[in-house]
């Protein structure tokens, strides 16, 4: 009976045992599943022996040359899969070394920590549900890994093991990186260990960056001041990392990437654009958005508001222009304006509400968002149809090869063989959208979400954030959410966060209000939405002059990123268009380096556009697809030949539209009338510059056929 009792004490004490190591990983943190090895087997404790000699320093990591199985023991010194030094080795050196081999040091010790991932006591976790649900014959390459470890990875290791990387790093860390809660690699253990706040691998020291800040606060650092009125700032995508300033009054400068401004205007349409001075007035210059192929074709998009005398005849005030621009192929850093094309005019009867913004989505095609513009029905009435596009998101195709038309009309948009509706609407029923903003990870099925502050009515301040879906009328769809603290003041909407700056803001949409009031929204299982989507609403906390070093001040007009994914902010202590008090800021996580090593990308310098159409379309417009549209008068593939209506006769030759040069002994507009005699001195030498202009022209031609 002792025997018995014995026994049944030690079978319980072996289950709390299990049950509590299943529990509580190191240090009494949780662990979601039960602790299992790669192989199903549970965990062993390490041997003190072992331990000891860890703890005494006499092995060493990798880093230092060492065994490497030391990095295994180092990683998981109490309970492991690898409860010997013999079976670390084993362990880390089983894994395939054309993969997991490199001459590269750093990268070298990423792999080495990798590896020890099957020692991990959650291995089964870390390895499960990644790829063998979906290759269950297959054995999985990678753990899986945590967000910020998986960044570093990839741009440590993407040189050096390139069979590895063969997607971005958004697609890489979306499939190995973890998703939702759950555990990754580097798992708990060392997370607590370096603290909650900190990057797993990360050695800089966090220098000039104050430590008084408070626990959720992010910095605003200021980058330039003296803007007038600023509305927008872009990037344009090439790799140079410049950022794009707009000015309502129609002017664009650009900040190189040191941020320093450039003297003269990238884009200067300050005699085109009619602004307004006015407190409310939203005319002016709108927005700009460059070609997703602008590094080869040099296009960009512009919108704005202007009152030409040809519009000056009827009830509307102004008209919001969208023109396309190509960039000088002499200089670029500024527009050659003489190659504008007007995609679009769209008659506007009040200075409120207007919209503007244009935005390429990774598809390529062109998004304008219109406000509803204050219009009522009796006011459509009056513009005879003019306002169709009023409250609407065009979406249209600027890639086309038809001369006569700057854009054509996807076939998927919802109205494109409607009788009633304008075949470029894609969405309609918004009222004030105070920017957009697309998010540059794509979800699993490839969709596209597009989020949008806006009014929650014609005549009301209270904002809303609106999904845009194909089809969709918001005047009755519900809002992804609705703002109730807004302040009397309406919203104006930010960027998507995927920079690599900021873990604790990646994923979040940032926006703010008129106020100075900054936002974000993050999906959330304690916020419900009226979709049934769950996001939550709070506020970003802005650090102090004693904290930061120089605090945002001022009524927030817009906000930019650049091409690595960080959050700029405009603001303004005035709102009259002529002060100067416009300032650029930049949106800074004090808990992170001003440049983390995975934010570090080489600049490319911006380059001339060397396209056969940029180099030989003369008298003619380039099309974003690279085709010559010649200008009246001219023909041939790069619109070199010059037309003559009637033809000349009698052996005359076309030199330029409608302009005959005449043969010996022939005049007239058409050659049609004979004379006596030689051809005079200038008849000689305008033979002589048609003759030197066309062989230079098919030298060209021949030479880039060939």
């Known amino acids: 009976m002792k025997h018995l009792q014995f026994v049944l004490v030690l079978v319980i004490a072996v289950n709390v045992w299990e049950c509590g190591d299943a529990k509580f990983g190191e240090r009494g943190e949780l662990s979601p599943r039960r602790r299992r090895c790669y192989d199903g087997s549970l965990p062993k404790r390490v041997k003190k022996r072992e331990r000891k000699v860890l703890l005494d320093g006499s092995g060493s990591s990798s880093s230092s040359g060492g065994d490497s199985s030391e990095v295994c023991h180092r990683l998981y010194p109490r309970v492991s899969c690898c409860p010997t030094k013999r079976a670390a080795y084993q362990m880390v050196h089983r894994r395939d070394a054309r993969i997991f081999s490199t001459n590269n040091t750093e990268c070298g010790l990423l792999l080495e920590e990798i590896k020890c991932a099957r020692c991990s006591p959650n291995a089964q976790v870390l390895f499960h549900s990644l790829d063998m649900d979906r290759m269950p014959h297959r054995e ?129 349409l300050h005699k085109l654009v009619q602004n307004g001075l006015k407190s409310g007035d939203e005319r002016g210059l709108l927005s700009l958005a460059f070609h997703p192929n602008y590094k080869k074709n040099g296009k960009l998009y512009v919108s704005y508001t202007t009152n030409q005398e040809r519009w000056a005849i009827g009830p509307h005030d102004h008209i919001l222009r969208v023109v396309e621009y190509t960039v000088s192929r002499k200089n670029p850093n500024q ?35 219109l406000g509803d513009g204050m219009i009522t029905l009796d006011d459509m009435e009056e513009m005879d149809g003019l306002s169709d596009f009023t409250g609407s998101i065009l979406r249209v195709d600027v890639d086309t090869d038809v001369c006569t038309s700057t854009y054509s009309i996807p076939r998927d948009n919802p109205y494109f063989n409607s009788t009633n509706q304008p075949p470029e609407i894609f969405a309609h029923g918004l009222h004030d959208p105070g920017r957009c903003a697309v998010d540059r990870l794509q979800t699993d099925n490839g969709s596209l979400v597009i989020l949008c502050t806006d009014a929650s009515g014609r005549n009301t301040s209270a904002g809303r954030i609106l999904e845009i879906a194909k089809g969709k009328d918001y005047e009755n769809e519900p809002s992804v959410y609705d703002l109730q603290s807004s302040g009397g003041s309406p919203p104006v909407g930010g960027f998507i966060y995927r920079g690599c700056q900021s873990r604790r803001l990646y994923g979040s949409y940032v926006f703010g209000n008129k106020n100075g009031n900054l936002r974000i929204l993050q999906k959330s299982a304690f916020a419900t939405s009226s979709n049934g989507e769950q996001w ?19 009524h927030i007009l817009g906000f930019g990123e650049d091409e690595l994914g960080e959050v700029y902010i405009l603001a303004s202590s005035k709102s009259m268009a002529q002060s100067h008090s416009g300032k650029l800021y ?19 310098p911006p380059e001339l556009l060397m396209t056969a159409c940029s180099r030989y379309c003369k008298n003619g417009l380039c099309t974003p697809t690279g085709k010559c549209c010649c200008s009246p008068g001219w023909e041939g593939p790069f619109c070199r030949i010059a037309k003559c209506e009637p033809a000349c006769r009698n052996g005359g030759v076309c030199i330029e539209p409608n302009k005959c040069l005449c043969k010996s002994g022939y005049s007239g507009s058409q050659c049609e009338k004979s004379e006596q005699g030689m051809p005079n001195d200038q ?22 056929i060939v």
Request: with cysteine.
């Open 586 to 604: 930049k949106l800074v996580d004090p808990k992170r380096p001003h440049t983390p090593k995975e934010c570090q990308r080489q600049v490319q």
């Open 140 to 268: 999985p390459d990678l753990p899986r890994l945590c967000q910020d470890f998986c960044r570093e990875f990839y741009y440590t290791c993407r040189g050096h093991i390139p069979e590895l990387f063969q997607a971005d790093v958004d697609e890489f860390c979306q499939y190995y990186g973890r998703r939702g809660s759950g555990l990754c690699f580097p798992d708990f253990q060392r997370r607590q260990l370096l603290g909650q706040d900190s990057n797993y691998l990360e050695d800089e020291k966090i220098e000039d960056i104050s430590r008084k800040h408070k626990h959720n606060c992010y910095c605003a650092q200021e980058v330039l001041s003296g803007l007038r009125q600023p509305v927008a700032v872009v990037h344009c995508g090439d790799g140079s990392q410049r950022l794009f300033v707009l000015e309502r009054e129609g002017i664009v400068r650009i900040l190189n990437h040191n941020l320093e401004l450039i003297k003269e205007p990238f884009l200067d």
């Open 536 to 554: 939550q609403e709070k506020a970003l906390c802005l650090g102090s002059a004693g904290s930061c070093a120089s605090p945002l001040v001022g």
């Open 683 to 704: 008849e000689k030498e305008g033979i002589l510059d048609h003759i030197i202009d066309m062989t230079s022209y098919l030298l060209d031609l021949t030479s880039y």
């Open 335 to 369: 527009v050659d304006t003489r190659t504008v094309r007007v995609l679009m005019e769209v008659a506007e009867l009040h200075r409120k509400h207007l919209g503007g913004q244009l935005l390429f989505t990774p598809d390529g095609l062109l998004h304008i968002f």
